[in-house]
T-cell receptor, first 115, second 109 residues
Framework: EAQVTQNPRYLITVTGKKLTVTCSQNMNHEYMSWYRQDPGLGLRQIYY???????DKGDVPEGYKVSRKEKRNFPLILESPSPNQTSLYFC??????????????FGQGTRLTVV | GENVEQHPSTLSVQEGDSAVIKCTYSDSASNYFPWYKQELGKRPQLIIDIRSNVGEKKDQRIAVTLNKTAKHFSLHITETQPEDSAVYFC????????FGSGTKLNVKP
């Protein structure tokens, strides 16, 4: 089944404790992104990647890191999480860049709470 | 960068009525406008999209219209059903996707 898989689905952590949220897609998509979803703010892009070893900042990149060592994986790293990073996170992939009219396929989401 | 505004933030309709959600965008370079539906606790999923060279597109009970001159596009749902209850996001894209803030649609039986 074609899908985007995120882990974990739920995570509660303490301020300052490094964490990684994994994202994997099995559709051979070149483009992958991370979004955070907050009430009233919609989906805001954190980072995106156009291909292996090619990443760029989205609209809200502060406090996050990503890496793209393999085409299928795009982990999101929080080196020192803070309470304002409490949010619902989505990974997404697409076969082409956005301007080529392509659908974004979303993972199931990761609800992160930082206390 | 692009700025997408979406209204209303919440919408409550009676089953069988129509629902309309409106979005505006700022960047005239945006050329693709998808709509996503997110059911409670689930991932956003594409329900319909429209390209900049098309004014209207329909798929059964849902339709999307685009006015490039005014930079706005709308989602229309007719004969609403309780299973239409969800959060709907519009998006505009050129180099990447820019999402609206979402509309929570509640269809009352």
């Amino acid at each position: 089944e074609a899908q985007v898989t995120q882990n974990p689905r739920y995570l509660i952590t303490v301020t300052g404790k490094k964490l990684t949220v994994t994202c994997s897609q099995n559709m051979n998509h070149e483009y992958m992104s991370w979004y955070r979803q907050d009430p009233g703010l919609g989906l805001r892009q954190i980072y995106y990647s156009m291909n292996v070893e090619v990443t760029d900042k989205g609209d809200v990149p502060e406090g996050y890191k990503v890496s793209r060592k393999e085409k299928r994986n795009f982990p999101l790293i929080l080196e020192s999480p803070s309470p304002n990073q409490t949010s619902l996170y989505f990974c997404a992939s697409s076969p082409r860049p956005a301007f080529l009219n392509t659908e974004a396929f979303f993972g199931q989401g990761t609800r992160l709470t930082v206390v | 960068g692009e700025n997408v505004e979406q209204h209303p933030s919440t919408l409550s309709v009676q089953e069988g009525d129509s629902a309309v959600i409106k979005c505006t965008y700022s960047d005239s370079a945006s050329n693709y406008f998808p709509w996503y539906k997110q059911e409670l606790g689930k991932r956003p999923q594409l329900i319909i999209d429209i390209r900049s060279n098309v004014g209207e597109k329909k798929d059964q009970r849902i339709a999307v219209t685009l006015n490039k001159t005014a930079k706005h596009f709308s989602l229309h749902i007719t004969e609403t059903q309780p299973e239409d209850s969800a959060v709907y996001f519009c998006a505009a894209s050129f180099n990447k996707f820019y999402f609206g803030s979402g509309t929570k649609l509640n269809v009352k039986p």
